[in-house]
Nanobody
Framework: QAQLVESGGGLVPPGGSLTLSCATS??????MAWFRQAPGKEREFVAA????????FYEDSVKGRFTISADNTKNTIFLQMDSLKPEDTAVYHC????????????????????WGQGTQVTVSS
């Protein structure tokens, strides 16, 4: 059975940086992503990475500040977050899909079949 375990969350001041990690096991995934959910809000797309070709996708508000990547085995996914803002505060979840999602599905949380429990990121002074 596939498992996804996130780590790396915490409290950081505005302008700071954090790197989240997601260790995956049990399956080989074609598309890997990060979503986040703030209190009282819907879970929203943050970033995605395709295993083949390495194409990346970002939500507009994080472009230029966040970077999604994976290790050589593609079993661990990272989200490097720089220039953090209070509005980035949320629980961050990694998500994976077995196949290569088409562009129109990459941002759709329903397209991902595997999810981690999440890690809290709080941006506050």
């Amino acid at each position: 059975q596939a498992q996804l375990v996130e780590s790396g969350g915490g409290l950081v001041p505005p302008g700071g940086s954090l790197t989240l990690s997601c260790a995956t096991s049990g399956r080989t995934f074609g598309t890997m992503a990060w979503f986040r959910q703030a209190p009282g809000k819907e879970r929203e797309f943050v970033a995605a990475l395709r295993r083949q070709g390495g194409s990346t996708f970002y939500e507009d508000s994080v472009k230029g500040r966040f970077t999604i990547s994976a290790d050589n085995t593609k079993n661990t996914i990272f989200l490097q977050m720089d220039s953090l803002k209070p509005e980035d505060t949320a629980v961050y979840h990694c998500a994976t899909a077995l196949g290569r999602l088409i562009n129109t599905n990459v941002r759709n949380k329903s397209a991902y079949g595997y999810w981690g429990q999440g890690t809290q990121v709080t941006v506050s002074s």
